[in-house]
């Protein structure tokens, strides 16, 4: 049986703390594997059977020692960088289809954890004695693709190397406590730091409405002079809401979004009610690093603060990875 994962709690620094490790955060879908008999469990954090859709990693299990568990993420890579739309496509897939796309766009699995080897529980271990133990099972078995060890350091100067490592979809960083345990569930023995960046962006439509806007549908120009849809904020703030509500206006004759419909959430097809409005007012968002396959934002963009002294012509031109 397979444990639930340890969870991570948010930190708002980028700071190594004395006696703690780090660990690359990717942009996969987290993943816990068991191997007893032959038989393998691919599991998500939600608890899906992620094995049918992922058949190479199902072949390549015969390299593990048998009753062992790993905790880790796979990973679609596509034109260097992580393609987390693919590996959504992928998960769907059973069968044919799923054997077609292990070889168009096979998977990796990066493992960051032992729970078990060869039978023995490991969670009780602390990290670095679980950590010294997954890099001897690489190293004894000569795992490789699809099987990764995440990288694992303890210097502040790799961490803000890695991360500088955005344009290839790295999320951020994980830190975990040297001398913790393998905790399923729990939070506080490890820490997450998601990068997050500023961008400048144009409001082309509002959920609520122009006098009480709830959310602000954002849009980039491209190269072409194309309002391109960029993303979505999250729920605005009372006050900003107002305040921006004052900067509004109604979209008056042809709108470069008219007849177009929005999605309610990346991945989901439940569309949203939407106003229009004049794509004239800029504001300022944070947004993580995760894109989908267009450059898109995929997750929502956080409120800042209205730039009412710029211009659309101010704010760069869309790029799919900017």
């Known amino acids: 049986m397979l444990p639930e994962p340890m969870l991570a709690a948010p930190t708002p620094e ?35 059977d992620l094995a049918p859709a992922f058949p190479e990693i199902r072949a390549a299990a015969a390299h593990l020692p048998d009753a062992t568990a790993l905790d880790g993420e796979l990973v679609v890579w596509e ?13 769907r897939r059973r069968g044919a289809g799923a054997a077609r796309l292990a070889q168009a766009q096979p998977a990796h699995f990066v493992a960051f954890d032992l729970l078990r080897l060869a039978g023995t529980s490991t969670m009780g271990w602390p990290y670095t004695r679980r950590r010294e133990a997954l890099e001897h099972l690489f190293a004894e078995y000569r ?74 549908l954002l849009g980039r120009y491209d190269t072409a002079g194309n309002l391109r849809h960029i993303g979505r904020s999250t729920v605005l703030p009372r006050d900003a809401g107002r305040a921006v509500a004052q900067l509004l206006s109604p979209a008056a004759g042809d709108h470069p979004w008219t007849g177009w419909t929005f999605s309610a959430g990346w991945g989901t097809r439940e569309t949203l009610h939407v106003t229009l409005v004049r794509p004239e007012l800029v ?40």
């Open 14 to 48: 980028p700071v190594l703390p004395p006696g703690w490790a780090a660990e690359v955060k990717w942009d996969g879908f987290r993943a816990l594997l068991s191997l007893d008999a032959g038989r393998l469990v691919l599991r998500s954090r939600q608890g899906a």
């Open 283 to 322: 504001v300022e968002v944070g947004v993580d690093v995760a894109r989908d396959s267009a450059g898109r934002w995929r997750h929502p963009a956080r409120w800042h603060r209205s730039r009412p002294d710029l211009s659309s012509s101010d704010v760069p031109n869309f790029e799919a990875f900017d």
């Open 143 to 216: 795992l490789t693709a699809p099987w990764s060890l995440c990288p694992s350091t303890t210097d502040p100067a790799t961490v803000r190397e890695w991360l500088t490592w955005t344009q290839a979809g790295v999320e951020g960083v994980l830190f975990k406590k040297l001398d913790s345990p393998y905790q399923p569930l729990a939070r506080g023995a490890w820490l997450k730091y998601k990068v997050r960046e500023t961008r400048d962006a144009i409001v082309g439509a509002v959920t609520g409405s122009p006098a009480s806007p709830h959310t602000l």
């Open 79 to 91: 034109a260097g960088r992580l393609a987390f739309e693919r590996l959504q496509e992928r998960a």
